[in-house]
């Protein structure tokens, strides 16, 4: 048994959502996004955690968070670099970003560093497509980037790492 | 389906394949075409699942729709024209079917389903001659999925009937597809396996060989089966079962749709509950005294029995034997000059219901009902209950048993009180508790053996069948050796058939009037006029 | 009459985003107005009366859509905002939401006046985390000054906003799918009929509009009908946002008359194709949309004008390729699109946008052969028209357009060992396996 349990804060939150929602399983997506924040990603105990609480078949639940690409999975890195491989992005240049960062944090698109700083993976049109190349980091989105960018932002979360920061 | 038996329904005018026909409003063109007799092929629909649509494979051409729609959920309407063989229709059908089998390994040969595989079928009349898929093919998990069931997820097509099932039948809902697109398949969530009462229809229900249930796994192709239409014996629900089996051998029971009992499922309890008929304890030859004799030594000794019974002769029967089995009971009870008639049942266990409307009795015996209506409705209480007593004070010198349970679980009391007969014929499924000491033990029949009639819990009458070839293994039909030891008796003229014996039922017994072995339908019938004592009130078990 | 900007005007100012600025340029006047001097079918019948038609990619006539809600029903009815903004190329509305959430909780408040909805979603894309927390913070200020809530701008009227997150799946902009996800399952597209104005979300009657749509209400209450229909085409008027992107020298989001000339937006507003080249190809509406190859290219961008053409508006995501681009290379970034993005329902989409990125991938690593070419033509046609939603439809038509107006290249590229730029990129991998 695992004792994962929502903070009071995020109970509060979840208990406002199923009052905006006639229908109690439509509160399953943000209720995701709680256990997401609060937890740090959506593992086998996280995700049975949201389903017992809603009172929902686990295997509901696993069959949504493996529909959608962007909740933060079991063994994702601190910092999860999605690089948009979309085509406005691939005509300026993004599989060169990308390769660069898979080549400057040892790993292929897709993978997680071994110290589990680092993931990145292609993922598709991120809606930035006139800033291009650009990836999203974490929240943030970083955007006309070059090579030396992407060397400055890798630094920037490695010194953030050692002050003991995230997200 | 309500709309098309109720005769209140509407008709609406349509056009199908040229043919302006007419259906009850409200139908799917799919289920109007059916009962027209036009076949259209499908995948994902089924009828007692809400419609998903995403198969694709039963499109047709409509005259209200430039692309073809799909036939299980469009509704008819007046004036609509399908065209279900349409160059538009068989192209919409052959892109499916190629679709369907681009991915799809060449497994057919080793797959569990080949020989009623939809897929497998379908791919004769609409696949491509030869694949222009000329890329990798995708791989996808094989895995189990609970105790009695594994995925071979390279099979699957996505179609979700089994992810419906245990949402909207079962209500337990361990399946769901995971990922999306090509790479979407079933699983279970990592920690909870797929094990409800009613998993195995997911089984039966998957249109392809990828949900296998292990414990048919390689254990016979498909079309060398035996096919028999026969009843569970589970419980006094009395699902209808096809038992498929091979040289003798019973190797799955499927689920027969029946509206009146099961819809198109079955519980995994009874499903998978047919190996007690090759267990160790199976009474395989008739003893006497516990020495092996010949059949007819054994029918010949029961005879002299029943003609000079030396007092009261019991007989204790059980909700195994058949209508027409009871029927020869009683004659050879109204024969005697002194007979007491009672009945044991199993213990009662507590009814399941699920979503779906499916129930499982809570009564654990399959003919109660039957033999209530032919021997009288207190058989199995007060009438037991004499018996009983009769036999603790050792009144009963002959008495005979009826232990057909597949799994005996001796009741003491009873056991005690049998002992106490002076001799004692038990015709016996299995050796134990009930035949230990018995001066006679003759084989008896399991139900899957049995030729005859049960009546379920809501007293419908329904028809049981020996899996076995006709004149394989005739030691095993009680009624037969019932009717010999009448003959030799002199109690009947002949050995008869088992219709015949329902006939001569049926002529005598009020709630069996008018209905027949041969007229009885495929899912069966109400007994006219037989209306069961409440549960509880005094049927109850002694 | 000269052409006044809606949406973009203010975005210099860095406070554009709040209640206090928004307020300050004329903010919430037109909610007023409808709530004020609108009875609700009036209303709907001038929204119809303006020629509004929706900006998500389908162009169906805002007004028309709302008159198929049901007046008389004892069921709830449903706002939900599409704001998914998923289709490659389109970036339009994350501008809108970042930058003038409160036009949208405007335009939300009149349509729901008009359609007599109390409770609206807004549905965005989960990547959008910055959109998201402007919206909150918006509709925050909302309820805060008596905007949103039980009395709408004092208004016996009440209306709940609520902004839900999506999680990453571009099926779930496809308006039955955005429901299932709203509703907490997999994000699947519905059999349609039921539309979603009979039965949609939770059953009830739903309308389903994109944010750009939604923002044109205060616009089309504070000039009326009349003045709104003249600008750009009669048929499809507008202020319109065009997303730019790819090789042009200034990327980004234009507001300018529906109806622009794509030569004109190309040249004049973003500054020409980057690196002095030559144009070779647009795709004007999002990549779902036929490509057009450059003497294709002047053309008016509107809904007519484009579906004359042979493409579409779309989503008015418009993606400049340039005459170093390689066709093949650029079809099979698409082709990965859409394979990735299948929901898998639909047998003739889960497989055929797979298929359609192996035979293309084929040919780009060199393994390409001529009857690839038909075969690509032919699995478009047998996904066409046969799935639940038209996503297998938006696969197939830039797989048709490229390989017809770009065949040349294709055969070229089958000849000659694979995509130069693939050569270019990883010498290694040509005439390798194929899954690199
Ligand atoms: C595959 C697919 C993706 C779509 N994505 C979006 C989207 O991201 N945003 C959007 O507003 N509409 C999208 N649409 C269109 C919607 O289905 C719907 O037509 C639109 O939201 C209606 O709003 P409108 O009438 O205001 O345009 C998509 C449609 C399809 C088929
Ligand atoms: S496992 Fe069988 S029933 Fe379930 S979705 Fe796949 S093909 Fe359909
Ligand atoms: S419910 Fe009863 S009759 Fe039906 S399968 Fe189960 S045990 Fe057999
Ligand atoms: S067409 Fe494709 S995306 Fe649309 S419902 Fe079918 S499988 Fe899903
Ligand atoms: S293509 Fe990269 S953000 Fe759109
Ligand atoms: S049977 Fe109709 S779509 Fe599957």
């Not at chain 1, 349990?5 to 995701?32: C, H, I, N």
């Not at chain 1, 292929?108 to 560093?113: A, I, L, P």
């Not at chain 3, 939900?80 to 970042?98: W, Y």
Request: aromatic letters at 8%; charged letters at 25%; glycine letters at 10%.
């Amino acid at each position: 048994m695992s004792d994962l349990k929502f903070s009071e804060k995020g109970m509060k939150k979840y208990e406002w959502l199923l009052t905006r929602y006639p229908d109690k399983q439509a509160v399953l997506l943000p209720a995701l996004r709680i256990a997401e924040a609060e937890f740090g990603e959506l593992g086998i105990p996280e995700m049975k955690y949201v389903a017992d609480l809603m009172g929902i078949s686990p295997a509901r639940v696993y069959g949504v968070v493996t529909f959608y690409t962007h909740f933060r999975r079991a063994g994702t890195g601190t910092f999860h670099i999605q690089v948009c491989s979309t085509l406005s992005c691939a005509l300026r240049g993004s599989q060169e970003l990308a390769d660069h960062i898979a080549k400057r944090l040892g790993i292929e698109m897709g993978e997680t560093t071994e110290d589990g700083m680092f993931s990145v993976s292609k993922v598709e049109c991120l809606g930035s497509c006139d800033t291009a190349p650009m990836f999203q980091l974490n929240d943030n989105y970083h955007e006309n980037l070059t090579l030396d960018d992407v060397d400055r932002i890798i630094e920037d979360c490695k010194k953030e790492s050692a002050r003991g920061g995230a997200r | 389906m309500s709309e098309a038996t109720n005769p209140e329904t509407p008709l609406v005018n349509w056009v199908l394949n040229g043919q302006p026909v007419q259906s009850p409003a409200g139908m799917t063109i799919f289920e109007a075409a059916k009962a027209l007799e036009t076949t259209i092929p499908n995948f994902c629909y089924h009828p007692g699942l809400t419609i998903a649509g995403n198969c694709r494979i039963c499109m047709v051409e409509s005259n209200r729709s430039k692309k073809p729609v799909i036939s299980c959920s469009e509704r008819i309407a007046e004036g609509l024209e399908i065209q279900t063989e349409s160059p538009m229709a068989i192209e919409a059908r052959n892109a499916v079917m190629e679709f369907q089998l681009i991915n799809h390994p060449l497994d057919c040969p080793v797959c569990d389903k080949a020989g009623e595989c939809d897929l497998q079928d379908y791919s004769y009349d609409h696949g491509p001659d030869r694949s222009r898929f000329d890329e990798e093919k995708n791989i996808r998990h094989t895995k189990e999925l609970g105790p009695t069931i594994d995925i071979w997820g390279n099979r699957c097509i996505v179609c979700t009937r089994c992810v419906r099932f245990c949402d909207e039948i079962s209500g337990t809902g361990e399946l769901c597809v995971v990922e999306r697109g090509d790479r979407s398949v079933v699983d279970v969530f990592p920690t909870v396996p797929i094990d409800n009462p009613l998993a195995g229809n997911v089984v039966d229900i998957c249109p392809v060989g990828a949900l296998i249930s292990n414990d048919f796994k390689f254990e016979a192709r498909i079309w060398n089966m035996r096919k028999t239409d026969s009843v569970c014996a589970g419980c006094a629900r009395g699902c209808n079962v096809e038992v498929q089996s091979l040289d003798g051998f019973v190797k799955r029971l499927v689920p027969r749709e029946n509206m009146e009992v099961n819809k198109w499922w079955m519980c995994d309890e009874g499903r998978y509950d047919y190996r007690y008929l090759l267990a160790d304890e199976r009474v395989t030859a008739c003893t006497k005294d516990g020495e092996p004799v010949e059949d007819h030594d054994a029918h010949e000794t029961l005879a002299h029995w029943l003609q000079d019974p030396g007092g009261t002769l019991g007989i204790l029967v059980d909700p195994y034997i058949t209508c027409e089995e009871a029927f020869l009971v009683e004659q050879i009870a109204s024969h005697a000059n002194n007979a007491l008639v009672g009945g044991w049942k199993p213990a009662d266990g507590t009814a399941q219901s699920f979503p779906g409307q499916f129930t499982i009795s809570g009564e654990k015996a399959p003919n109660r009902l039957g033999v209530e209506a032919v021997l009288g409705k207190l058989v199995f209480g007060s009438q037991g209950h004499a018996l009983r007593t009769a036999l603790e004070k050792g009144q009963v010198s002959t008495l005979i048993v009826f232990a057909g349970f597949p799994h005996p679980d001796p009741d003491d009391a009873w056991v005690q009180a049998i002992r106490k007969a002076k001799r004692r014929a038990v015709f016996a499924l299995q050796a134990g508790a009930w035949t230990e000491g018995a001066g006679l033990v003759i084989p008896g029949a399991s139900p899957f053996e049995k030729d005859g009639t049960y009546a379920n819990e809501d007293g419908r009458l329904q028809r049981v069948r020996s899996f076995h070839a006709p004149g394989d293994v005739e030691w095993s039909h009680d009624l037969q050796r019932l009717q010999a030891v009448l003959r030799i008796a002199g109690l009947r003229p002949r050995s008869l058939s088992s219709s015949a014996v329902f006939r001569e039922l049926a002529d005598v017994k009020k709630p069996f009037h008018g209905l027949s072995h041969s007229t009885l339908p495929a899912t069966g019938a109400p007994l006219p006029g037989f209306i069961p004592l409440p549960v509880g009130v005094e049927g109850g078990s002694v | 009459m000269s052409f006044r900007k809606i949406f973009t005007p203010h975005l210099g100012d860095p406070n554009c985003h709040t209640l206090e600025f928004y307020e300050k340029t004329g903010g919430y006047e037109g909610a007023r107005k409808a709530l004020r001097d609108w009875e609700p079918d009036a209303l709907i019948d001038e929204v119809k009366a303006s020629s509004l038609r929706g900006r998500g990619g389908a162009g169906f006539p805002t007004g028309v859509k709302w008159g198929f809600v049901p007046k008389q029903t004892d069921k709830l009815k449903y706002l939900a905002v599409n704001a998914d903004e998923s289709e490659p190329g389109t970036f339009k509305d994350r501008v809108l939401m970042e930058r003038m959430p409160h036009q949208l909780i405007e335009g939300i408040i009149i349509s729901c006046w008009a359609v007599g909805i109390h409770s609206a979603y807004i549905y965005i894309r989960g990547e959008y985390v910055h959109a998201y927390q402007r919206l909150v913070a918006a509709c925050a200020e909302a309820y805060d000054k008596g905007i949103l809530g039980s009395k709408v701008l004092g208004h016996d009227f009440h209306l709940d906003i609520t902004v839900h997150r999506g999680a990453g799946a571009y099926i779930c902009g496809e308006e039955t799918g955005m429901l299932t996800s709203l509703e907490g399952e997999r994000g699947q597209p519905k059999l349609k009929p039921p539309f979603p104005a009979i039965e949609g979300l939770f059953g009830c009657p739903t309308v389903v509009n994109n944010v750009e749509t939604i923002s044109n209400l205060p616009y089309i209450m504070e000039i009326g009908a009349e003045g709104y229909k003249k600008i750009g085409p009669e048929s499809s008027p507008g202020p319109k946002l065009y997303c730019v992107s790819g090789h042009v020298e200034k990327p980004g989001t234009y507001e300018l008359p529906m109806g622009v000339n794509l030569l004109e937006l190309i040249n004049d507003h973003c500054g020409g194709v980057w690196k002095g080249r030559k144009l070779k190809a647009v795709i004007p509406g999002g990549s779902s949309a036929h490509v057009l190859s450059a003497d294709e290219c002047d053309v008016a961008m509107d809904i007519e004008s484009l579906a004359a053409a042979g493409s579409m508006l779309g989503s008015a995501g418009v993606i400049v390729m340039d005459d170093q681009t390689c066709m093949v290379n650029a079809l099979l970034n698409v082709m990965k699109f859409y394979h990735h993005e299948s929901c898998g329902q639909c047998t003739p989409c889960r497989e055929g946008t797979g298929w359609l990125e192996k035979i293309v991938h084929r040919i780009a690593y060199g393994h390409g052969k001529l009857e690839d070419l038909d075969r690509i033509d032919t699995v478009c046609d047998r996904m066409v028209g046969k799935t639940i939603c038209v996503l297998a439809d938006a696969a197939a038509f830039p797989a048709w357009s490229f390989t017809q107006k770009f065949r040349d290249e294709f055969i070229h590229c089958i000849e000659h060992g694979g995509s130069p730029e693939v050569k270019r990129r990883h010498p290694d991998r040509i005439g390798g396996g194929l899954h690199v």
